[in-house]
């Protein structure tokens, strides 16, 4: 059974910056990519960022140039680099793998931006 397990999440002031790391139970290379989503309050869960197993990153407009995904040499964690961080950017952030037509999902970790 694959597990996915966020930590990084917290309180931060605006303009500050955060590491999320996401901690696979297999290897992350078994997957066809790696994400990051995040859900915020009232709204829909949107994608933030993506690897894909061959390497090719995918990010959300709102997020390019301040956020960075990046896979660990351990080959079973996936991280996101948060800088320069805005209150929008407030949410759950949720990791994700998806394998053919499985995805597999994280706990979700908060992340709280402050004014």
């Known amino acids: 059974q694959v597990q996915l397990v966020e930590s990084g999440g917290g309180l931060v002031q605006d303009g500050g910056s955060l590491r999320l790391s996401c901690a696979a139970s297999?290897?992350?290379?078994?997957?066809?990519?790696m994400g990051w989503y995040r859900q915020a309050p009232g709204k829909q869960r949107e994608l933030v960022a993506e690897v894909t197993r061959g390497g090719r990153t995918n990010y959300a407009d709102s997020v390019k140039g301040r956020f960075t995904i990046s896979r660990n040499n351990d080959k079973i964690t996936v991280a996101l680099q948060m800088n320069s961080l805005k209150p929008e950017d407030t949410a759950v952030y949720y990791c994700?793998?998806?394998?053919?037509?499985?995805?597999?999902w994280g706990q979700g970790t908060e992340v709280t931006v402050s004014s």
């Open positions: 297999i290897n992350i290379f078994s997957f066809d990519a």
């Open positions: 994700n793998a998806r394998a053919s037509m499985h995805y597999y």
